[in-house]
């Protein structure tokens, strides 16, 4: 097996995130589901933009933003995932090559538009989030460059973008170019939806000794696995996956990885600003970690702390030196 190039390439939406704070009313007022991610197609993405205040365009996308933070902690990072020809599109593209990102896939035509997810972030900092995936989800599997694939040590894959048919296909055919090279492959279950939709699609990856790293928050633990109990659902798989790794919002979280176990607490900060985008930089922090060798409790440590720098401001991207953040706190 060669050595890698590239430390993590992924493969997720291309979307640009629109975010704006609310009065917790106006949330009742659209009948949005609190502090959930919906999806939603071009006249109702219309009609919540129209109803948002001031907002802010942000690059976004779940594994962009993982792949965002794990390039500013010093990682090696390439993305796959669909623009189209349009402003946003443009946009994202010019964010994620300025954050030192190699992304390479061709852009699309102007219809459908790049994908946007429309955030109202209320004042205790809970985001609800209402996605409209537009060109994201025709990411064809003739866009991957197999090579590219097999040159990277992890493939991190989400698990939002395995609900269009078009893009699962293409991960289906991304995972076996990584597995035939000898890569591990990080999966990302993203939302309880996605599990209720495909549960019977990620139990047979797993069951396959496809997934190699799986992140999940508690809900989306229970989902897959039927248990409430947290550790009970990682008990069930064990044998399954060399390493799960589960986020406790306020609790911290845990992981167990070829029978090691390890727990973190919250990183403290001084007020939760907007909790989006902090499962994705929580990955960034453990993958940095994880391509580096460092320890499993050093791994959930890291990503605590890039967590923690998240949910302390608006916006799923960082906005400091995530590098000096974490040698100051834990000396990587």
Excluded at 246 to 265: F, H, I, K, Y
Aim: some cysteine.
């Amino acid at each position: 097996m060669t050595q890698p190039t590239t430390d993590v390439i992924a493969i997720g939406n291309a979307i640009v995130d629109v975010m704006a704070p609310c009065a917790d009313e106006l949330i009742a007022q659209l009948g949005l589901s609190r502090g959930g991610m919906t999806l939603v197609d071009a006249d109702q993405a219309k009609v919540l933009y129209d109803a948002m205040g001031p907002a802010r365009e942000i690059s976004g996308g779940s594994a962009a933003n993982t792949l965002a933070g794990l390039a500013l902690l010093g990682a090696k990072c390439a993305f796959i995932g669909q623009v189209a020809q349009d402003q946003l599109g443009e946009v994202f593209a010019h964010d994620i090559r300025s954050g030192g990102i190699s992304f390479d896939t061709p852009v699309g035509p102007a219809s459908p538009p790049t994908g946007r997810c429309l955030i109202f972030v209320t004042p205790d900092g809970q985001r609800t989030m209402n996605t409209f995936l537009g060109a994201s989800q025709f990411l064809p599997a003739s866009a991957l460059d197999d090579k590219a694939i097999a040159d990277a040590q992890v493939l991190y894959l989400e698990g939002y973008l395995w609900d269009p048919e078009e893009p699962r296909n293409a991960m289906r055919r991304a995972i076996a170019a990584a597995k035939n090279a000898g890569r591990k492959v990080a999966f990302t279950l993203s939302a309880v939806f996605v599990i209720d939709r495909h549960r019977d699609d990620f139990n047979a990856l797993i069951n396959e000794g496809l997934i190699d790293i799986l992140f999940a928050n508690e809900e989306e633990l229970a989902a897959l696995t039927g248990l409430e109990d947290c550790h009970e659902g990682l008990a069930s798989l064990t044998g399954k996956v060399p390493t799960v790794v589960v986020t406790r919002g306020s609790q911290g979280a845990l992981a167990v990885s070829e029978g090691q176990q390890a727990q973190v607490a919250a990183q403290p900060i001084e007020r939760v600003v907007d909790t989006t985008g902090a499962g994705d930089l929580f990955a960034s922090g453990f993958l940095f970690g994880f391509v580096r060798g460092r320890s499993l409790e050093e791994c959930l440590t890291l990503g605590s702390v890039c967590a923690a720098e998240i949910i302390s401001h608006f916006g799923a991207r960082p906005e400091v030196d995530l590098k000096a953040l974490v040698s100051e706190k834990i000396g990587a």
